[in-house]
């Protein structure tokens, strides 16, 4: 089974801050990585998928990259409501899961 | 709109049978490559993936998990039904249930999940 590996495990940050959550996988996945923010009592949102696509309704602030083993989410200017807990997810070989990075408020 | 919500009970003993409904709207699980994913949480740990059900009857499970797990569908009632036997407390988790429009896609709508805890 591949495994995914994100880091860091929790992300203090500020409105207006930029900043990036990197995730890992165990072998290569090619492009097949999508990232999900969920907030709590609700299901994860999809908001980037094939490493860099961003889901329809996703504000542009919102940006992914990378290819084969390595992978980044960025925000590029953290606005209130982005403030949740954030999911890589390889959809290469069946499906698997980072451990999730919880964005808090600094 | 599409949505997804998960039923089923809040409490079930160890070595029981789980038995989890997701209702669907906005979609149908007839039309080509559509699919219905089974996830679950349990507290303060990571998403798992449990089971996919596709249009055409295909179905898939975690190789953890396969022996315990069972997934089908009613598309006349819009509904995909997980069963997990042999219950136990490590399997205390929310369930999610979440649709995929094909194979080699991620999940794009998520239900809001249903709390499941496994105690005697």
């Known amino acids: 089974d591949i495994q995914m590996t994100q880091s860091p495990s929790t992300l203090s940050a500020s409105v207006g801050d930029r900043v990036t959550i990197t995730c890992r996988a165990s072998?290569?996945?090619?492009?097949?990585l999508a990232w999900y923010q969920q907030k709590p009592g609700k299901g994860p949102k999809l908001l980037i998928y094939?490493?860099?696509s961003l889901e329809s309704g996703v504000p542009s602030r919102f940006s992914g990259s990378g290819s084969g083993t390595e992978f980044t989410l960025s925000i590029s200017s953290l606005q209130a409501e982005d403030f949740a807990i954030y999911h890589c997810?390889?959809?290469?070989?069946?499906?698997?899961f980072g451990q999730g990075t919880t964005l808090a408020i600094k | 709109q599409v949505t997804l919500r998960e039923s089923g009970p809040a409490l079930v003993k160890p070595t029981q049978t789980l038995t989890l409904t997701c209702t669907f709207s906005?979609?149908?699980?007839?039309?080509?490559?559509?699919?219905v994913s089974w996830i679950r949480q349990p507290p303060g740990k990571a998403l798992e993936w449990l089971a996919r059900?596709?249009?055409?009857?295909?179905?898939y499970y975690s190789s953890s998990l396969e022996t315990r797990l069972t997934i089908s569908k009613d598309t006349s009632k819009n509904q995909v039904v997980l069963t997990m036997t042999n219950m136990d407390p490590v399997d205390t988790a929310t369930y999610y249930c979440?649709?995929?429009?094909?194979?080699?896609?991620?999940?794009?709508?998520w239900g809001q999940g249903t709390m499941v805890t496994v105690s005697s």
């Open positions: 979440a649709r995929l429009r094909g194979v080699g896609r991620p999940f794009d709508v």
């Open positions: 906005g979609f149908s699980l007839d039309t080509s490559t559509m699919c």
């Open positions: 059900i596709d249009w055409d009857d295909d179905k």
């Open positions: 072998e290569s996945i090619s492009n097949s």
């Open positions: 094939k490493a860099s």
């Open positions: 997810q390889q959809y290469h070989d069946k499906y698997s």
